[in-house]
């Protein structure tokens, strides 16, 4: 099953405060293997084609979290700020499932899992 970017961007936050964790608890094992988490999602995340014209702001996001937690934190982000940011999509992919639950013959809109299926 295809996840909708929402539903990236929500699972690849979760793996970010999993690093952010073993950051504050100064465990570099966990956070290191944390990390090669994130950057593989990451990885997955922009190679996959629906989100070509999302890229530009995954990449943004990409180097704000690699930054927080691998770099000297010049945006001056918190684990809870990108908490926040993470949860948000979760939210929306959590509104957008349970609305197709409730009306599956209504059309997917932005970020849903078949938004890019080959008709714009």
């Given at each position: ?16 405060a ?10 570099t ?57 993470f949860?948000s ?16 013959d209504?059309?997917?809109?932005p ?10």
């Amino acid at each position: 099953m295809l996840l909708s970017l929402d539903e990236q961007l929500a699972n690849l936050g979760t793996d970010v405060a999993r690093a952010a964790r073993a950051k504050e608890g100064g465990d570099t094992a966990r956070l290191t293997s944390w990390l090669a988490v994130v950057r593989a999602e990451f990885d997955l995340t922009l190679s996959d084609p629906r989100w070509e014209g999302d890229r530009p702001e995954i990449e943004r996001i990409r180097l704000v979290v690699e930054d927080f937690l691998d770099g000297p934190n010049t945006n001056g982000s918190s684990a809870a700020a990108l908490d926040e940011f993470f949860v948000s999509f979760a939210l929306r992919a959590n509104e957008s499932r349970r609305s197709r639950r409730e009306h599956p013959d209504r059309p997917t809109g932005p970020g849903d899992i078949n938004r890019h299926d080959g008709e714009e």
